[in-house]
């Protein structure tokens, strides 16, 4: 059974009209588990995984994902930043410099969420992916 989901196009909620099988909601706790695994080991990019299995599985609009993404890897992003600490592996002033820089980046993106057309974000994901991609192989 698939589950649907209603979003409203002026906020950021979404209505759940049937309930998710048990098989698909293992293959969502496996997925999320897959999720938080390179988020911890990569220290990000959890996000790349995550965006595409919410617009695929649960079939939430693109913008859904996204915001749904944020919240998803933050709780994650938080609890490695605490293992690395503790683990000394952090260095401070690249902590607190890019760190100030993520939050404003991620106020502005927040923003930009809102306001960019679905197929617009696509193609920016998309291309961050690909580059991303092309980064790793050179």
Known sequence: ???KFLARK???SAVKEEKLSFKA???LILCGMIIGF???F???GGGMVCVPLLENVLHLENK????????VIFPISFISAIIYLFSGTLETLPLVTVGLGVVIGGILGSFALK?????ALRIIFALIML????????
């Open 38 to 40: 390179l988020n911890g």
């Open 64 to 71: 859904y994902s996204h915001a749904t993404a944020i919240v």
């Open 42 to 44: 990569f220290g990000g």
């Open 25 to 27: 909601v293992a293959i």
């Open 10 to 12: 002026d906020t950021f």
């Open 131 to 138: 580059a991303g991609g092309v980064r790793l192989i050179l």
């Open 115 to 119: 306001i960019l057309p679905p197929k």
């Open 1 to 3: 059974m698939n589950s």
